[in-house]
């Protein structure tokens, strides 16, 4: 069992930063695939990135070369540096730890960017 507590969510302007944290806890952090969601209101979940280990990554075309993942596993937490945000980034982003097997969410961080 793995309990995920997102943070770092906010209000920011266009073109601005935000900061994600994903904090896991309840099992052993570094056994599990990690991802970024986010979902915005009337729209589906929508993926926005993955970290397996420290250097294999992958991103949405949507946020390739604004957003960073990235993950501490002696911290077992997850990040997610969001530069040059837009007004489509906006959102509720929501970790996810996957193993064979199993899936866990976080309850979310809501991300809001005015233009």
């Known amino acids: 069992q793995v309990q995920l507590v997102e943070s770092g969510g906010g209000l920011v302007q266009a073109g601005g930063t935000l900061r994600l944290s994903c904090a896991a806890s309840?099992?052993?952090?570094?056994?599990?695939?990690m991802r970024w969601y986010r979902q915005a209101p009337g729209k589906q979940r929508e993926w926005v990135a993955t970290i397996s280990s420290p250097t294999s990554t992958n991103y949405a075309d949507s946020v390739k070369g604004r957003f960073t993942i990235s993950r501490d596993n002696a911290k077992s937490t997850m990040y997610l540096q969001m530069n040059n945000l837009k007004p489509e980034d906006t959102a509720v982003y929501l970790c996810?730890?996957?193993?064979?097997?199993?899936?866990?969410w976080g309850q979310g961080t809501q991300v809001t960017v005015s233009s």
């Open positions: 309840g099992s052993i952090f570094s056994f599990y695939v």
């Open positions: 996810n730890a996957q193993n064979p097997g199993n899936a866990y």
